[in-house]
Nanobody
Framework: QVQLVESGGGLVQTGGSLRLSCAAA????????IGWFRQAPGKEREGVSC????????YVADSVKGRFTISKDSDKNTIYLQMNRLKPDDTAIYYC????????????????????WGQGTQVTVSS
């Protein structure tokens, strides 16, 4: 059974940092494109960052470029999202997902069909 479990969210002040984790179970994440999405209240879901299964190339959305870094620990079957210099606009529920496409060369990512999602972790950045 495919399972994705996010953790690491919380409340932080503007300029602070958080590291999100997404532990995968039931599959080997090296074989999948995997990424982070977020959704703020009243807004569309947004792709934040992803890792391509083919060559491990990464994509980071322009809105977080230079502040967020995605990484993977294959031994732990876990991906991370290091978030620095957080802003109130980063406030959202963050989800990791597979069954996505991750195309760093085209600077795009998205869900394939409905995707497979974790339960999400809340990130709140106070001003």
């Amino acid at each position: 059974q495919v399972q994705l479990v996010e953790s690491g969210g919380g409340l932080v002040q503007t300029g602070g940092s958080l590291r999100l984790s997404c532990a995968a179970a039931g599959f080997t994440l090296d074989y999948y494109d995997i990424g982070w999405f977020r959704q703020a209240p009243g807004k569309e879901r947004e792709g934040v960052s992803c890792i391509s299964s083919g060559d491990g190339a990464t994509y980071v959305a322009d809105s977080v470029k230079g502040r967020f870094t995605i990484s993977k620990d294959s031994d732990k079957n876990t991906i991370y999202l290091q978030m620095n210099r957080l802003k109130p606009d980063d406030t959202a529920i963050y989800y990791c997902a597979i069954d996505i496409y991750c195309l760093p060369m085209d600077r795009t990512m998205g869900a394939v069909g409905t995707g497979s999602w974790g339960q999400g972790t809340q990130v709140t950045v106070s001003s």
